[in-house]
């Protein structure tokens, strides 16, 4: 949900449920775009590292020069699309995520 602080979201955390976190809309909307290509809505999903690395060919350069803070974003992002139901873990190790079949 973005808020009326200037261009900010709040995200919420899957391990802290109730508790959210205002972060930069741009940055939270490329990233979670990027997230949202590369999962496959199937088994057995995507490793946190794997997610990280297939990302950063879909980022802008602007907002994530070199992959700048890509790995924090991307988890951050994980964490909250786990919390609003739009991705899922998987029981593996290591874990494994993948889109929702909502």
Do not use: H
């Given at each position: 949900?973005?808020?009326n602080k200037g261009d900010r979201i709040e995200l919420e955390n899957i391990n802290h449920p109730g508790k959210t976190t205002l972060a930069d809309a741009a940055m939270y909307?490329?990233?979670k775009r990027a997230v949202l290509n590369v999962l496959p809505a199937v088994s057995p999903g995507l490793t946190a590292d794997e997610l990280g690395q297939a990302v950063l060919a879909h980022l802008s350069q602007k907002l994530y020069p070199?992959?700048?803070k890509a790995g924090w974003w991307a988890k951050a992002v994980q964490l909250d699309l786990e919390?609003?139901?739009i991705i899922v873990r998987e029981k593996t190790r290591?874990?494994?995520l993948r889109k929702s079949q909502r």
């Open positions: 949900m973005t808020t909307a490329a990233m070199n992959g700048a919390a609003k139901g290591p874990l494994r």
